[in-house]
């Protein structure tokens, strides 16, 4: 079992960067791949990027692709999505997750068996 809580969701102007962070609690961080998903208003959550286990192999989403940067700090417990140039299609609740399957985390939701409350990000145009 691991606890995961995002922090440093907050509300920004077009342009702005922020950075998120996903504290693990319980076990280890370097026992989980782990990934980021983010769910807009009215819409799914999705796949936004993913690490893998030693932070060798990351991918991302397209739309996001240039702009954020996924990193893991596994002796602290700490995963960070960096969050550059946001643009108002960037609004969502963002969530990390965790997938102690799997070397590399993947981008199907259902391969990560813990999941984060999620912290908000608001971009406005």
């Known amino acids: 079992q691991v606890q995961l809580r995002e922090s440093g969701g907050g509300s920004v102007q077009a342009g702005d960067s922020l950075r998120l962070s996903c504290a693990a609690s319980?076990?280890?961080?370097?026992?989980?791949?782990m990934g980021w998903f983010r769910q807009p208003p009215g819409k799914e959550r999705g796949f936004v990027a993913h690490?893998?286990?030693?932070?060798?192999?990351?991918q991302y989403a397209d739309s996001v692709k240039g702009r954020f940067t996924i990193s893991r700090d596994n002796p602290s417990g700490t995963m960070f999505l960096q969050m550059n140039s946001l643009k108002a299609e960037d609004t969502a609740t963002y969530y990390c997750?965790?997938?102690?399957?799997?070397?590399?985390?993947?981008?199907?939701?259902?391969?990560?068996?813990?999941w984060g409350q999620g912290t908000q990000v608001t971009v406005s145009s």
């Open positions: 997750a965790a997938n102690e399957h799997s070397q590399y985390g993947g981008d199907w939701q259902r391969a990560y068996g813990y």
């Open positions: 319980g076990r280890a961080l370097g026992a989980f791949a």
């Open positions: 690490i893998s286990v030693s932070g060798a192999t990351v």
